[in-house]
Each structure stands twice: as C-alpha cells, then as structure tokens.
C-alpha cells in the first residue's frame, strides 16, 4: 500500500528549515475543522489538493513526498485559507517557505522555470508584444509601459541583481546546473 508513512522517512532537519519561517511552528496546533480546505479554489478544483495534508506533511519532515508533489504549486496564494483558520496557522507563508526550499533543491515546475528565465533575459515573465502596445493605446496609454520595456538600459541593472541574488542559477535548466 502506497499510503504507509514510515518513520524513515522522515526528515527534522528539513522540519527545522520549514520552522525557521516566522509563525510556521503554529502548523502544529491544526485540530483539522476543514476551515482551509472548505474556502479553497484550487480544492474546489482539484480534489487532491489539500493545504492541510501538505503542513502535516512538513511536520512530519517528509521532505521528499511533499517537495516532488506537483500540487505544492497549485496554490494560487489568495490568503483564504490562512484567513480562515481559527489557530492562526500561516498556512500560505508556510507553503511558500516549504516551495522556496523546493527551488533551492532544484526542484520547480518547468513552467515556473521558462517564466523565470524570461525574466533574467528581458526583465519580465510577460514580455510585451505588439498586441498588448496597441491595446495601451486603444486606452490612452503609452504603448510601452514604464519598465525595464522602456528603459532598456535598466535591464543590464535587473540581471545584475539577479546575478547577485543568485536567482540566475536557481532557475538554470537542470542540465546547465550538473
């Protein structure tokens, strides 16, 4: 049965990191009364997906399952959930730590990886188009908005950053990072 959790695999260490995130340790006091999960869009939408299970998880330190789930990012962080909960659980700032650690082991969604390399080579993760130009100005709008689009020169200081950050490399495709 695939549902067994066996204590070996669990990981503290990777417990610890996850509480390490301002208020993550509250995740302990879910008494599970479905406050989350009862609001959530993406539950409305996806019956696998369920915020609750996920903190349980990273309680637990199961590293490996919760950070290999391809549901980790299907959150669209509208707050309901951590809004709602009677204990005061930061269960989206949690997720967000517990995605952040998911990065930083190489692990995101592809998607995610193609945006956030469009943002290193043109400043944006929605670059503009021809489209979107002449609809700016179909409301009076400039045609470029005022962004790295406009000031190009801006772009060489975004990558720097970027660089600096470290950003660059946690986004790299797998292969150039072996």
Not at 80 to 98: A, F, H, M, S
Not at 132 to 144: C, F, I, N, P, Q
Request: glycine share 6%; net charge negative.
């Amino acid at each position: 049965m695939s549902d067994i959790i066996k204590t070996s695999d669990f990981d503290m260490e990777f417990r610890d990191e996850v509480f390490k995130e301002p208020d993550a340790d509250k995740i302990t006091l879910c008494f599970n009364c479905t406050g989350c999960t009862s609001g959530c869009p993406m539950a409305e939408q996806e019956p696998e997906y369920n915020i609750r299970k996920f903190l349980r998880m990273a309680n637990l330190g199961m590293k490996d399952a919760l950070l290999n789930s391809p549901y980790l990012w299907y959150c669209t962080t509208c707050y309901k959930c951590q809004e709602r909960c009677p204990q005061g659980v930061k269960n989206v700032d949690t997720l967000l730590k517990i995605r952040t650690i998911a990065i930083q082991n190489g692990i995101m969604l592809d998607n995610h990886r193609k945006v956030s390399q469009l943002v290193i080579k043109l400043g944006h993760a929605v670059p503009i188009n021809d489209d979107a130009k002449e609809k700016r100005k179909d409301v009076g709008l400039d045609d470029t908005p005022p962004t790295v689009h406009k000031f190009e020169n801006a772009l060489g200081e975004v990558q720097k950053l970027l660089k600096i950050t470290g950003f660059d490399e946690l986004v790299a495709d797998k292969e150039e990072t072996s």
